[in-house]
């Protein structure tokens, strides 16, 4: 958070300060949950090495109800990080920074930061035995599924072409965040390919929207009409990505 603070304030504007207060309010509060999470379960199971088949196999008994609030701590921590509705604001907000950063922060750091370390605890601090047997994300899976609608109708009302994008993301990254919860083999595994899946599709498309910004001086799609003659390489590689 704080290393990729100066890079969502690059530019210095009043827009780029405001969208960092954004950002640090967002992720250092989802900081504060993911800290208390991780203490919480450090005190009933005194690890928190990551373990096959979880962490708190030995110590679930007569603690289910409090590893379960542990849980959804975690994964309301995490959510921040992944952009999972209602927690996804700073999101859009940050995309006043250069293609480069979001390019970072969608791709790369902070979001598949969150999404990984949700299929981490998921499989490795709590196991997927115990997700399934506690009902512990039967009602995350809804704010899952949710949040991959909104984003994806939100998305569609977007002329500017970063905002589309950063939607995208925060819909993409939720159907990681899915399969972590479902916690089945295949979608555990689908959520690992998909983290790298979409940071290849990601980095693509945000370095074709600067190369549309620099080039064209264009930012808003109703004004890319017959921009693909112009330039057909980026095009053809945001259209590959975007497939």
């Known amino acids: 958070t704080l290393s990729t603070y ?8 009043d827009a780029a300060r405001r969208a960092g207060r954004i950002y640090l309010a ?27 088949r979880g962490v708190i196999a030995p110590h679930a008994a007569g603690h289910e109800s409090a590893l379960v609030v542990v849980f959804l ?29 979001s ?10 930061a969150g999404v990984f370390t949700v299929l981490k605890v998921t499989v490795y601090v709590f196991g997927t035995g115990f997700i399934t047997e506690s009902g512990a994300a039967d ?17 569609m009302t977007k002329d500017n ?24 083999q295949a979608s555990i595994l689908g ?7 979409h940071a290849f599709a990601k980095i693509t498309l ?14 808003e799609i109703s004004d890319m009409a017959g921009l693909g003659r112009a330039m057909p390489v980026t095009f053809g590689a945001f259209f590959i990505a975007s497939l």
């Open 6 to 13: 100066p890079l969502v304030v690059h530019r210095g504007t």
């Open 26 to 52: 967002y992720t250092l509060g989802g900081g504060a949950l993911l800290l208390l999470g991780a203490a919480w379960l450090y005190g009933i199971t005194g690890d928190l090495s990551f373990t096959a």
């Open 73 to 101: 701590l975690l994964v309301a921590g995490l959510g921040v990080k992944a952009a999972l509705v209602p927690l996804h604001g700073w999101l859009p907000q940050a995309m006043v920074a250069p293609a480069p950063v």
């Open 103 to 112: 390019s970072l922060l969608h791709a790369v750091a902070v979001v598949k």
């Open 139 to 155: 009602w995350l899976v809804w704010f899952a599924g949710a949040t991959i609608l909104f984003a994806s109708l939100v998305a």
């Open 161 to 184: 072409l970063k905002a589309r994008l950063a939607y995208s993301t925060v819909s993409q990254l939720s159907y990681i965040v899915l399969g972590a919860l479902l916690a089945t």
């Open 191 to 197: 959520g690992m390919l998909h983290i790298a899946m």
């Open 206 to 219: 945000f370095f074709a929207a600067g190369a549309i910004l620099v080039a064209a001086h264009k930012t």
